[in-house]
């Protein structure tokens, strides 16, 4: 039975701290390096639902994408909901430890596992890190479809594949665009627009898209836009994540037990599908090859894929 240490450095391994963001705060939250661990829960968020799941589970490590402090802190008392969630870790002898931009970057990453969930094939990563002499790491993915699909079909298959959230999923542009090739980055991926149009892709596929990035990118280039749930664009990695350490577990005869969350942690909890009658217009989508040819603005069509089984 290893100790919380031995698991702790196992996870340094795989997504080395130094490597995070500046500005990110990874690592070990709370825990105690000598306590054996037995089982093992990975989720995206340490909010309290996922602190109560690992209770009930006899877990005693919690591995999460996202920190639970980003800052610093001058207290962790339980009348806060972060420091409840701390009391509820340590009156249970529960370790907390953070993947974030360590893991976003990291060979494979969170962009590696929503590409796989989606049966993408990788090409390269879309902002590579200089320090990877393999050219394997990086934010987010370049990827190629098997068979080129238009990205309404591209949506669809995002809605099937990543666990279904009140959001669903969007898309921006012509829906019967084709796409061959994709750009992925699981999280807020905004910020990675000028990326993503020198990569020359056919389609953007990431969380959190905003009105004005989304406007501008539609109005200068026929680039189609898949914008789905945050949480539910990071969750694959869990798995992926969870399969690792399972591999590391095997070949040390750690004997762990490791367990992905379904708590669905997404903070967005219904989705309404339009019903107001109100006489707008929505300009019909010009074709895209049109639109490759020409400097006109391509589409400003709407289209909502809603995924499977969440609420309307
Ligand atoms: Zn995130």
Redesign the pocket.
Known sequence: MPRLSDVLAALDALWPPERAEQWDAVGTVCGDPDASVTRVLFA?DPVREIADEAVELGAELIVT??PLYLRGTTTVAASTFKGRVVHTLIKHDIALHVAHTNADTADPGVSDALAGALDLRIVRPLVPDPTDPHGRRGLGRVCELDRPATLRDLAARVAHRLPATAQGVRIAGDPDALVRTVAVS???GDSLFDQVRAAGVDAFLTADLRHHPVSEATQHSPLGLIDAA?WAT?WPWCEQAAAQLDEISDRHGWDLRVHVSKTVTDPWTSHFAPTSTHPVTHPAPNPATHSSQSTHPTSASRAAVDTPGAPN
Request: charged content about 10%.
């Open positions: 995206v994408h996202h699981g999280g807020s945050h990071e």
